[in-house]
């Protein structure tokens, strides 16, 4: 991730072996001038179709997304052609969602699961047309949309009876309900809702098939199927959609009672076998997920060092002497001249030959004060060795004439150095 715009034209530069991709796509590509108005537009989603080209991926996360990506995101992982699957998908969208019913509940007071009934209004489809934001009757913003999911299904070709291939799915920014657990994501084993989100309905998954059974260290070892978290309730569900609480017991999701982990410790003992060693990988990425510090993932942060004047690191030269300027190359750091400040010392900075760093002017005068005079001596110094080897260097004039080029030379560096230090003064 980086404060800088991730551009369409750099798809052409990421191979599609990847096997983690994060990428932040908060910060707009173009700049739209209408007036006095300045308009912002963000990637769209034409410009993220080569995410389906990443089909090795275990891991995608997607921060501070403005326009709604889940047609390439969703096609993305059942085109996932990775061992096991896709482990970790991490979504979260730049601005929360906005809704009519006051029923639905925020995530901060989501303290259980509240199982809609047959003529509730959360059983209906609130989506529209499957392009995973809510319809405009019920409000605006993103929506988990299950006919997005199975539209993605039919164009990656993938047929009914293979599970979409995901293990831990995390949101931010998303509105809810049960429709996309009854079928696609059925197999979830975690599912992690940010501070954003909006539960209108959601029930755990339930399944037919064997559990993966990642949650039984917490319930007493008893058959776990899914791990449901919200920002102030967490709750272990088995493969029938009821919860469990630590000592394994099935308790009324009326109750809220909320099973918090505090720490998920693998296994003691290990066998190295190739399907252990797996489900080894996959508990790691599910911690990962989550123990996460925050959903709220800032945009890069910015220097806090002020902007540095194009005067003060310009390399352009300023004719001061015509002697060329001596290469170091024994050392990897040489020492300025002294500048005189402005309360009248001196100071002396360095600079580093193997590094790409700048020195700023603040800098410069935040450094420690150095005596003009053996400043001087030494720039002095250095260009009477410059001078030396020049003279040595198979010349046939005279050393008479040689002094006297040295001395000329050296009234030139000290008139060049005073100018320097009347600039910088």
Not at 296 to 315: E, F, M, Q, R, W
């Amino acid at each position: 991730m980086s404060g800088l715009p991730f551009l369409p034209s750099v798809w052409d530069e990421l191979p599609t072996s990847l096997t983690k991709l994060v990428l932040d796509l908060g910060q707009p590509i173009r700049l739209e001038q209408n007036g006095e108005v300045l308009h912002r537009s963000y990637i769209t989603s034409n410009e993220m179709k080569p995410l389906q080209d990443q089909t090795q991926l275990k891991e995608l996360r997607l921060f501070h997304i403005h326009n709604s990506f889940q047609p390439m995101i969703w096609e993305t992982v059942f085109r996932n052609t990775s061992e096991g699957g896709m482990r970790v998908l991490d979504v979260q969208m730049a601005s929360p969602p906005i809704v009519r019913s006051e029923q639905w509940r925020r995530a901060k007071d989501v303290v259980g699961l509240t199982v809609p009934t047959e003529d509730s209004e959360g059983k209906m489809y609130k989506g529209l047309d499957g392009k995973g934001v809510l319809h405009y009757s019920v409000g605006t913003g993103e929506y988990l949309d299950d006919l997005c999911i199975r539209k993605a299904r039919i164009a990656s070709g993938l047929d009914e009876a293979t599970p979409l291939p995901l293990w831990c799915l995390r949101l931010n920014g998303f509105v809810l309900d049960h429709l996309p657990f009854e079928h696609e994501l059925s197999r979830i084993v975690l599912l992690t809702c940010g501070e954003d989100c909006i539960d209108s309905g959601l029930r755990a998954p339930k399944t037919p098939k064997a559990p993966h059974n990642k949650w039984s260290r917490v319930v007493n070892n008893a058959t776990s199927h899914c791990l449901i978290q919200w920002p102030n309730w967490t709750g272990i569900f088995d493969a029938g959609g009821h919860q469990r609480n630590k000592s394994g017991e099935v308790v009324p999701q009326e109750l809220g009672l909320s099973t918090p982990l505090e720490s998920l410790p693998l296994s003691p003992i290990v066998p190295l076998t190739e399907e252990s060693l797996n489900l080894k990988d996959v508990d790691e990425a599910l911690g990962e997920a989550l123990h996460a510090d925050s959903f709220d993932t800032p945009l890069a942060p910015t220097s806090s060092v002020a902007p540095t004047p194009l005067g003060a690191v310009s390399n352009a030269s300023t004719r001061g002497s015509d002697v060329p300027t001596p290469t170091v190359a024994s050392s990897s750091t040489a020492y300025s001249p002294a500048f005189p400040s402005v309360d009248g010392s001196t100071t002396t900075s360095m600079v580093s030959f193997a590094s790409s760093d700048l020195i700023t002017l603040d800098e410069v005068n935040s450094s420690e004060p150095a005596s003009a005079s053996s400043s001087f001596d030494g720039a002095e110094a250095a260009a009477s060795d410059v001078a030396s080897n020049v003279a040595t260097a198979g010349s046939s004039t005279p050393a008479l004439e040689e002094d006297d080029d040295m001395s000329a030379i050296v009234q030139k560096v000290r008139q060049s150095l005073y100018l320097v230090s009347g600039f910088a003064s």
